[in-house]
């Protein structure tokens, strides 16, 4: 039984926590490493995450802030799970943790980035430079790359930007991304404003266009949109590694679709069969 929830907002980072008798949990929202994205409140099971509109003060469009209902979270963490920025953190007694990881009940984004420094040429820093959210550094002397994985959200624009193939990004988050520009209102620009990794821009007529090879379909643009018949984002698939429970399928249907879903279940029923094949095959060299 909890003794006590509370919420607070100090040095950037909203806190939200939940004393009992022996554990105290908290789950923190690094307000400067949040995108305003709509993943943790598409996947949270409890419906604790909402997004709060965020005030501008010069007429671009802000990302909406996050916001958590202290009494509704259970602190599993299934929201730090699948977010892209790594923005949410959950500790247990002040340690780092996950419970829905350690518990089997989701499994983690697969974050595929290598840097070649062998191939790297001293003096180039164009990955470092074109890095939207600024998490790569550079030893130009040494011609030595350094990427925040942790950090890093695959939009890929660091590895289409080096010029001697020596990064590689995979995306954890698959899909597509269209605009009806005949659908936008006119002169808007809100997906544009709030789009973390640049995967929107702007043509000779002032129509915001979708760069779907940056796209990492985290949703923040939908969130802004004031004409949800303007813009469309459709996640197909998540890159993960290896669980079977029913939260997480639950958690692919609202990521993703319903046929998400089933390309999911169909990808895990593939898996069995392999595995299946090679225990069996295994089994008669031991005979």
Known sequence: MALNYYKKEQNGKLEVGQVLYTKKFVLTVDRELCKGCQLCKLVCPRGAISLVPAQSTDGRALPPLVDVDESKCDFHGICAVVCPFSAIKITVNGLDELPAVQKDVFPTL?????????KCKPGCD??????????????????????????????????????????????????????NAEECP??????????????????????????????????????????????????????????????????????????????????????????????????????
């Open 186 to 287: 006119a002169g808007c620009q809100n997906c544009l404003d709030v789009c973390p990794v640049n995967a929107l821009g702007l043509d000779s007529d002032g129509k915001v266009f979708a760069k779907d090879m940056n796209c990492i379909y985290c949703g923040a643009c939908l969130e802004v949109c004031p004409n949800e018949e303007a813009l469309k984002v459709t996640r197909t698939a998540i890159r993960h590694t290896t669980v079977n429970s029913g939260a997480w399928h639950r958690g692919v249907e609202k990521l993703t679709s319903t046929a998400g879903l089933k390309r999911e279940l169909a990808a895990e029923n593939a898996g069995k069969a392999r595995a299946a094949v090679k225990n069996l095959k295994t089994s008669e060299v031991k005979v």
């Open 126 to 179: 164009k990955c470092a430079q074109s890095c939207p959210l600024n998490i790569i550094s550079v030893d130009t002397d040494a011609g030595e790359v350094d990427i925040n994985r942790e950090l890093c959200a695959g939009c890929q624009i660091c590895w289409m930007e080096c010029p001697e193939d020596a990064i590689e990004v995979t995306k954890f988050i698959e899909g597509t991304i269209k605009i």
């Open 110 to 118: 697969t974050r595929d980035i290598a840097a070649d420094n062998a």
